[in-house]
């Protein structure tokens, strides 16, 4: 049987609509989305809503406007070969310590309550590589969140296409949620966290499938001529990957990307690592897939449930800020670099997020003496 969404979503598609209506006051009291919104589509001449949301971001002179420049300046800023200083990293890591050294008060305060895993997946699970259709998780990996999912409910949130990421997870145990949350669905089987024996599904944005399709064609064809560009068509969004391209091709590729998008009214543009994303402008995110997870699993409103999301990205700090806004659960950023974070923790990379994953299923074995 077949349960598509619960009220929650028919609010959904309800927000759909007024976004479609409003969507400058929608930006101006951004609550789209906590990722940084590069571009909102739109023709220049016309006098839309998307227009003027166009000129609040000044982006509208000729020749790409700051916002763009900013953009690239940001990426090279954070790529790895330009550490931050000693002092400043020291001080963030003071603010935001290791998981794992904190392993022992993580527990404590998650005593007497239900954890619930949600995790991301590239540059979490797996290691950021260049080409990302081989973004592929170790076995060892793919081991560790099996053992982890027998444990506690647990969610990979990925700005990817669902069916995309769980080919590469490969685990039919697992909530997913791809397309940074707007497309959610349930265990297949296996999973003794599921509710009943309905699969959940939800789809907040399917209005736009024909949309995604035709923007996807239309960047193949404008990135053709950037060597290294790749488009990859995530059925609810879009992303155009920079990580093959050279660094003084970047705003090239940024300002074609711009020029697609300019016909496209609905949709947006946001950045995350090496990569830009069009997706719809809708009031979801990886923050608002967390809140409905918890919700179908039965858990809103509950004070004995404990949330730990890991993730990486831009994309998953409206996660970590919902945890943190709630007081509830904790939210751990993956990052090598000091960086402006709403995660109370940290860890390095993948392989320290594998060591924390096996630390807990190896607590909760010893506590259920399994
Ligand atoms: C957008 O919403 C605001 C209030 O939320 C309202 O004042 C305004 O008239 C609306 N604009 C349009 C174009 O519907
Ligand atoms: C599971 O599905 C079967 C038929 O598909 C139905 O008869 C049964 O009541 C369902 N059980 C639960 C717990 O929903
Ligand atoms: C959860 O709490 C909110 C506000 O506190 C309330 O409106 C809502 O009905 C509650 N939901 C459930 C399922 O109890
Ligand atoms: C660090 O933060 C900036 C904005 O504060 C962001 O643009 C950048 O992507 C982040 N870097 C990494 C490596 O996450
Ligand atoms: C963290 O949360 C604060 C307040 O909610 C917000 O202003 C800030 O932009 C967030 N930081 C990041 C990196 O998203
Ligand atoms: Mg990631």
Request: aromatic share 8%; net charge neutral.
């Amino acid at each position: 049987m077949l349960l598509i969404c619960y009220s929650f979503c028919f609010n959904l598609i309800f927000s759909v609509r007024f976004v479609e209506e409003n969507i400058t006051t929608m930006l101006e009291t951004r609550i789209i989305s906590n990722s940084e919104v590069l571009y909102v589509g739109g023709d220049e001449g016309d006098t839309s809503p998307g227009t003027k949301v166009l000129q609040n971001f000044q982006i509208n002179e000729e020749g790409g406007g700051g916002l763009i420049r900013s953009w690239v300046d940001s990426m090279r800023a954070c790529s790895p070969t330009r550490p931050k200083s000693l002092d400043s990293q020291s001080c963030w890591i003071k603010e935001h310590p290791s998981a794992l050294k904190m392993f022992e008060e993580i527990l404590h305060e998650s005593e007497g309550k239900q954890i619930v895993m949600f995790l991301d997946y590239d540059g979490t699970l797996s290691p950021i590589v260049d080409d990302p259709d081989r973004a592929f998780m170790s076995k060892k990996m793919r081991n560790t969140v099996r053992k982890l999912a027998d444990c506690f409910p647990t969610a990979i949130v990925s700005g990817r296409c669902r069916e995309k990421v769980s080919s590469f997870v490969k685990l039919t145990e697992l909530y997913y949620a791809g397309s940074h949350g707007m497309d959610i669905k349930g265990p297949e089987q296996g999973s003794k966290h599921k509710k009943g024996n309905q699969s959940l599904l939800c789809q907040p944005a399917t209005e736009f499938l024909p949309v995604i399709n035709e923007v996807y064609e239309k960047l193949v064809e404008k990135t053709k001529s950037v060597p290294g560009a790749k488009v990859e068509n995530n059925k609810f969004c879009a992303s155009v990957h920079f990580r093959c391209v050279e660094e003084n091709k970047w705003s090239d590729l940024a300002h074609q990307v711009r020029s697609v998008l300019k016909n496209y009214p609905k949709l947006m543009l946001t950045q995350g690592r090496k990569v830009l994303e069009i997706r719809p402008i809708i009031k979801w995110d990886k923050g608002k897939a967390l809140e409905f997870l918890l919700e179908s699993l039965g858990y809103d409103n509950c004070t004995d449930v404990f949330p730990i999301y890991i993730g990486d990205d831009r994309t998953d700090e409206d996660a970590f800020k919902i945890l943190r806004d709630k007081r509830q659960g904790l939210g751990i950023l993956v990052s090598k670099y000091a960086n402006e974070t709403n995660a109370s923790y940290s860890l390095q990379e993948p392989d320290e997020v594998m060591v924390f994953l096996e630390r807990l299923v190896e607590w909760k074995q010893l506590r259920c003496g399994s």
